[in-house]
C-alpha cells in the first residue's frame, strides 16, 4: 500500500539514540538493564533523562510520588495537553525495551511532531511514571495510581521493599521527592512491547490494547513453628514452606481448571528464615490471579480462600489472606483504539487487536482520562528478561503510528471523534 | 540417692557468669541470639572467649580453617590431651544455649577441675569449632570436618555465602585466619542441649548419645524460564517455584512412607528474581534426608532421584541434584557413653540413651578419636529458636557430670578402660 504523503513519522535515528542511551542505565552487559525503581541505576537514567528534557526546551516537573514529567507548550497556555509516556525503571534482571522505549519514543515523537509543524494546536507532556514494575515496592503502577487518584499518597510513600527502606525515603535519597503538581492532561497514549508472542504469530506490527484484564495480587502469609530440621519429629513438624508448597500447587490447579480465562502464579516467596537445617518458620506468598472478566476473579479468590485452610493444615501450619490488591478488567478509550488501527493501515503496517494481562500505567490513567497502550512485537513474545528484543525496525514503525497520532490528535484540537472524521 | 563425696563438681556460678557475659554477644533481646558464623556478633563473642581464656592461662590458638582452641598444659608436654567444646556460632535468630552451653561448660568444667586438683595426669584443650551451624556457610561442621581431615582445607575456605563472601576472606575479616598447627588430644567431649523433648517426657537429666543419624545434604536446581506472570499463556509457563512445589511435598512423602527412619526437610528455598511478576527461571532447594541408617539414606536418594524428572515436568521444568554433602551414619565411643551412665548415677540424675539426629562437632571429630556428646534437657525440645531453655540447674547438673568424667578421666592418665574400672 503505497504511503500517504501527508502522514508524519518519526526520526527513527533519534529514537535509536535514545534508546541506545538509555539502555546503558543497569546495563547488565548481555543485553538486558538491571534497574529497579529508586536504585542508584535507575536515579541515573532520570538523571540523564532530565537533562535530556532540559536540553530541548521541556520544563521538568516532579511530583510528591516521584513521577517526572517534561512538558512543553507549543499551542499557549489553555490548549489541550496531550500526555505521552512509560516508565524507566525495570525488573531486576530485566529487559531494555519494558518502558523504555516508550518513554523515548514519547519524546521522539514529540520531537519529530514539533520540527515538522508550523502551528501546533496542542501542548504536550511526557511522563516517565514512578515504579510501574513493582519488584521492588509493591504494588506496581504506584506513581500513575497515585497521579489518578486510586491510592492515597502517604499510603503509597510508606511502601517498603524488603530491606525496610520506604519509598519516601528512597525518593529523598535519589533526589526524586518533588512538590510540583502533577499535569492535567486530555489524553494519555503508551507505546510498550506486547510481551506474548500473539502478533509475532500473526504477523502483526501493531496493536491497539482494547481491555486490560483485571488482577487479584493476593499476599498469604504461611505460620509454621521454627525448629531444628534434624531431631524434631516429623509428625510435630509445622514447616511453612511445605504449607506453602501445597498452596503453590493449589494457585495453579485453579488456572487448569479455568483453562484460557484465568491466570495465576505465586512468583515470590519470602521465607524465613531460610536456613537448610531450620524448619521455616514463616512464608509469605505473592500470588497474583488474573481475567479479564470479573467473575472469574471472584470465583479465583473464592476457590483460593476456601482451599487455604487444608491446604495449610497438611502441613500443620496455618494461612492466611493479610492483603489483596484489586485492580479491576476494563477496556480502554475505543477512539484512541480506532485511531491507531487507521493509522496502521495508512502506512501499510499488518494490525490486530489485544487485551492486556500485564499492568501499565495506562490502565491507573486511563480511570480518569481517555487511555490507550499501543503494542508493538516482541522477538518470541520475551519479557522481563534480558534477551528482550524488538527490532529497530519495528521500533520505528511504532514510532510512526504514536507520531502520526500526535499529528492527527494536535491538528484535531485535542477532539478525538474529530481526530478519527479529520483524516483520509 | 546420698551423694559420692569424691565427685567432683562444676562451678555452677562461674558458668552462670560465662552463659550470661556469652548471651550478650549478637542478644536479639528476646531471649535468643543472631550470631551466625564469621558476623560481627560472632567475632565479638569470639573476640571476647579468647580474652577470658588468656587472662586464665590458656595458650590460645587458631588453626588455618579458624577454630579457636585454648589449651592449658597442667601434666607436662608428653601427657595426654583431653580436649572438650563445641561452638560459639549461632542460627541466625537463633538460641543462647546451642553451642554456647557446650564451649561455657569445657571451660568451667577444666577450671572447676583443676582448681580442686593437687596433681593433674592431663593436658586439657577448650574447643570453639568455626561453622558448626552451616546456615551462612554450607556445609556444617566445617571447623570440625577440617580437623578431623574429612574436609579439604582449600575446599572449606572457598565456601560462600548467598552474598558472595568466603569463608578464607571473612576469617580474614573476623580476625580468625590462623596459622597454629590444631591440637592432637586424645579423647573429645562435647555437651550439648538435646533439641528434642525425649529428656523431658522421659524426666531424663543426663543423655549420652550412642548414635549418630547419617544425613545427605541435597542441593536441587529447578530450571524454568523467566517470564512476565501477566500475558505469558499458562500453558507455556516455565515456573521454576511451581516445579519446586510438587518437589518440595515428595520430599516430605518420602518421610511419611519411611514412617520414623527417616526425616526429610526443604528448609531453604532461594527463587531467582523472586519478584512479585516474574514467573521464576531458578529455585535452589536446599534438601535434607537424615537416617540412623544408610540402608534409608540410600533408599531415600534412590527414590528422589527417580521422582525429580516428572516433578520438574509437571511445572515444564528440569531439576538437577547439584551437590550431595554425605554425612555417614555412625557410633559414638561406647566407654565415653558408659562413662557419662556411671557418673550419672552417682549424682542420682536421671539418665537415658539417645540417638542424635542433629549434627554435632563431636561426629566429625569421633571420624579420628574417641568422642562424645552429652545431652542436658532442652525445655519443650526446643531448638534453633529464641526461645531454647535449659534451667541453671539442668545446666549445672551437665556440668558437674562433664566435670566429674574430667576428673575420672584425668586420674586414669586418659585411659578409658581404666577410668571405666578405677572409679567405685
Partial sequence: MPETPSLARIDAELLNQLMEKVSEFGSTGDGGVDRPVLTDAHKAARDWFRAELTARGYSVLVDAIGNLFGRIDLAG?????????????????GGRFDGAYGVMAALAAVESFRKGTEAPRCNYVIADWMNEEGARFQPSLLGSSVFAGL???????????????????????????????????????????????????????????????????V????????????????????????????????????????????????????????????????AILFCELRAPEQAMLDWSEASLRAALPDLAARARTTAEIVSVDRRPAGKFDPRLAMLTERVADDFGLPKMQLDTIGGHDAVAVNAILPALVIAVPSVGGVIHRNDEYTSPEDLAAGGDVLTDMVRRIDRAGGDLDLALGANA
Same sequence: chains 1, 2.
Fill in 77 to 93: 497556555p489553555d490548549a489541550p495537553l496531550v500526555m505521552i509516556g512509560s516508565h524507566l525503571d525495570s525488573q531486576p534482571k
Fill in 151 to 217: 491510592v492515597d499518597l502517604d499510603w503509597a510513600l510508606a511502601r517498603r521493599d524488603r530491606d525496610g527502606k520506604s519509598v519516601g525515603e528512597e525518593l529523598v535519597r535519589t533526589g526524586y521527592k518533588g512538590t510540583d503538581a502533577a499535569p492535567t492532561p486530555d489524553l494519555y497514549l503508551e507505546i510498550h512491547i506486547e510481551g506474548d508472542s500473539k502478533m509475532e504469530t500473526a504477523g502483526a506490527r501493531i496493536a491497539p490494547f482494547l481491555r486490560h484484564w483485571g488482577a487479584l495480587k
Fill in 219 to 282: 499476599r498469604i502469609e504461611v505460620t509454621g513453628e521454627q525448629n531444628h530440621t534434624g531431631p524434631t519429629p516429623m509428625e510435630d513438624r509445622k514447616d511453612a514452606v511445605l504449607g506453602a508448597a501445597h498452596i503453590i500447587a493449589e494457585v495453579r490447579r485453579l488456572a487448569d481448571v479455568a483453562e484460557d480465562t484465568l491466570f495465576t502464579s505465586v512468583a515470590r516467596v519470602d521465607i524465613s528464615p531460610n536456613s537448610p537445617n531450620i524448619v521455616p518458620g514463616k
